[in-house]
């Protein structure tokens, strides 16, 4: 019935635990949801992928993966040196459509980040979210850069009149430095918004109980959790 496309600043910022986050707390509401991961690469035909550690971190288990290539590359870029099809953008809509139309919840997780080709035309995992008027949560990391990489992203996805749903940091460390803490201001201010959430350090390593609580507790209210911005402040002792 929803859609929802999980992106990234860049790769390797934590998008997988954040779908597994929110697939989990929908899968405690009882709600039916699915998990697409359009195109997997980096991993062998026998390698686990993203969708495996959706299945191990939240139980959701009606997860697919569309295409599959294995060089640690743009999936255009790893499709060209496999000399294998590109995934295509109207095919993988149709699929996430179908898919809508008997789940709650699709949850569709890109590879990289917002502009990372698909294949040698140039179609991103943007293009794909205005295909499915599917908004947009950004997983951003915590640390010194990521202003610059969520103002670009939510710039491009703004120039591409896409919806954003709200930036979640996907690793919040134990011990936050200065520019962690003071990046929290200056990312709500960015997005125009609160966070939409953040998940500590480590939660992908968690067994899937003490997942679900930290999930709960590190995504808002609009993902299904019961993050709040007052707490998560007073929690960092930043200050409101
Ligand atoms: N909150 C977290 N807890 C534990 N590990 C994390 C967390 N966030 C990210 N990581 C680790 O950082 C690495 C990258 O995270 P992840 O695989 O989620 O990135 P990604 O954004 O999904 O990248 P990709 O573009 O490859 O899909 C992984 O090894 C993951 O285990
Ligand atoms: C292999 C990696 N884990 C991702 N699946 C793909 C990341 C592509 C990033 C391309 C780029 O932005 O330079
Ligand atoms: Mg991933």
Redesign the pocket.
């Known amino acids: 019935m929803s859609i929802l496309v999980v992106t990234?600043t860049?790769?390797?910022?934590?998008?997988?635990?954040?779908?597994a986050a929110v697939a989990s707390l929908a899968r405690e509401r009882g709600s039916s949801v699915a998990v697409v991961k359009p195109a997997q690469t980096?991993v062998s035909d026998t390698d686990p992928g993203?969708v495996d550690?959706v299945i191990r971190l939240s139980g959701v288990r009606t997860t697919f993966e569309l295409a599959r290539y294995p060089a640690a590359l743009s999936p255009a870029a790893a499709a060209r040196l496999a000399g294998l099809p590109p995934i295509s953008v109207a095919g993988a809509a149709a699929r996430i459509e179908e898919l809508a139309s008997s789940h709650r919840l699709v949850i569709v997780?890109?590879?990289?980040g917002l502009l990372v080709r698909f294949d040698e035309e140039g179609a991103t995992l943007a293009d794909l979210a205005r295909t499915l008027s599917a908004p947009l949560l950004l997983?951003a990391r915590a640390g010194l850069g990521t202003l610059n990489h969520t103002a670009l992203t939510l710039e491009a996805m703004a120039h591409r009149g896409l919806e954003p749903a709200g930036v979640v940091i996907?690793?919040?460390p134990a011990e936050p430095g200065l520019a962690e803490r003071s990046n929290v201001a200056d990312l709500e201010m960015l997005a125009a918004r609160p966070l939409a959430g953040a998940?500590?350090?480590?939660?992908?390593?968690l067994e899937r109980d003490a997942f679900t609580r930290v999930a709960r507790a590190g995504l808002g209210p609009a993902l299904g959790g019961g993050f709040d911005p007052a707490s998560f402040r007073a929690t960092l002792r930043l200050s409101p």
Do not use: H, I, N, Y
């Open positions: 990234g860049d790769t390797g910022v934590g998008k997988t635990v954040v779908t980096g993203d550690d997780e890109g590879a990289g997983v996907g690793s919040w998940l500590p350090a480590g939660a992908g390593l």
